[in-house]
């Protein structure tokens, strides 16, 4: 299942705002090592790099397809592969910074726990991941995934809702953090060109159903999808398409001291 950097890219800039609104929470003043965990094509780490040039930064993906293009946009940034969902920092971080990945894993229970053990005292723990699954542009996926020869191969895949509600990760990470700020926001993208929604979604959440079928059924079921997106999301007079896209964010601070501020 190949990450396409070019069609994820297609969106850079929307996708890019809420990694920006996440970072700006994080009040940590001078880190000595940060990790990006699911860096991508490497845009968020070299904005982090750039945000605290003095600190060890560091990209970590499971994708070597967007790895290579994190590379070629250099930046004085390390990329690591790795699989995220075993992934260990190997030395406790400062900063723990994950833009849109997680949701990719499951048993966030054990995960979210796991990963702020690696964060150093008084460190910080920065997570961003879709809360969009109810939305249109998903429960429409799970739709047309039953609705053709393809359901028992797509309708599993299309069900899957891996991120829970605000309060269950208060609650694993509450006993744990010093310090814990939870919120969602829902922007409202403007996207142009013909059925934009479908050109978004099969940079992500289409991906995993698109790579399972092929010829005559993935053909079917590209078409239904697209069908059914393009009348719950028409174009508005000017031309251009609205996506409203909820997003969930946590920003949890580690007990102990305090990294030191700027001399």
């Known amino acids: 299942m190949a990450w396409d950097p070019a069609l994820y890219s297609t969106f850079a800039q929307p996708r890019l705002r809420p990694a920006l609104d996440l970072l700006a929470?994080?009040?940590?003043?001078?880190?000595?090592?940060?990790?990006?965990?699911?860096?991508?094509?490497?845009?968020?780490?070299r904005?982090?790099?750039?945000?605290?040039?003095?600190?060890?930064?560091?990209?970590?993906?499971?994708?070597?397809?967007?790895?290579?293009?994190?590379?070629d946009g250099g930046g004085g940034v390390a990329y690591t592969l790795a699989d995220m969902a075993t992934w260990t920092a190997g030395q406790l971080v400062d900063v723990l910074f994950?833009?849109?990945?997680?949701?990719?894993?499951?048993?966030?229970?054990?995960?979210?726990?796991?990963?702020?053990?690696?964060?150093?005292?008084?460190?910080?723990?920065?997570?961003?991941?879709?809360?969009?699954h109810y939305a249109a542009s998903h429960t429409i996926m799970a739709e047309a995934a039953a609705a053709g020869p393809w359901r028992d191969v797509l309708a599993p895949l299309a069900g899957r809702f891996p991120v829970a509600d605000p309060s269950s990760y208060y609650d694993l990470l509450a006993p744990l953090a010093v310090g814990l700020d939870i919120w969602e926001t829902e922007y409202l993208h403007v996207l142009e060109g013909d059925n934009p929604v479908v050109a978004w979604t099969m940079g992500t959440a289409l991906r995993p159903l698109l790579a399972v079928v092929e010829g005559?059924?993935?053909?079917?079921?590209?078409?239904?999808?697209?069908?059914?997106?393009?009348?719950?999301?028409?174009?508005?007079?000017?031309?251009?398409t609205l996506l409203p896209f909820r997003r969930l964010f946590m920003v949890a601070v580690k007990p102990g001291r305090a990294i030191?501020?700027?001399?």
């Open 25 to 45: 929470r994080v009040e940590i003043d001078r880190p000595g090592r940060v990790i990006d965990l699911g860096c991508g094509t490497g845009n968020v780490t």
């Open 47 to 71: 904005l982090i790099k750039a945000r605290w040039p003095d600190a060890e930064v560091a990209g970590v993906d499971s994708s070597p397809e967007m790895l290579a293009a994190a590379r």
């Open 98 to 132: 994950s833009n849109a990945a997680l949701h990719w894993l499951g048993d966030h229970a054990t995960l979210f726990p796991r990963l702020f053990d690696q964060v150093a005292a008084g460190g910080v723990l920065a997570v961003q991941m879709p809360h969009n």
């Open 216 to 240: 005559e059924w993935r053909d079917g079921f590209l078409a239904e999808y697209s069908r059914r997106i393009a009348a719950a999301y028409p174009p508005r007079a000017d031309g251009k």
């Open 260 to 263: 030191p501020p700027p001399a």
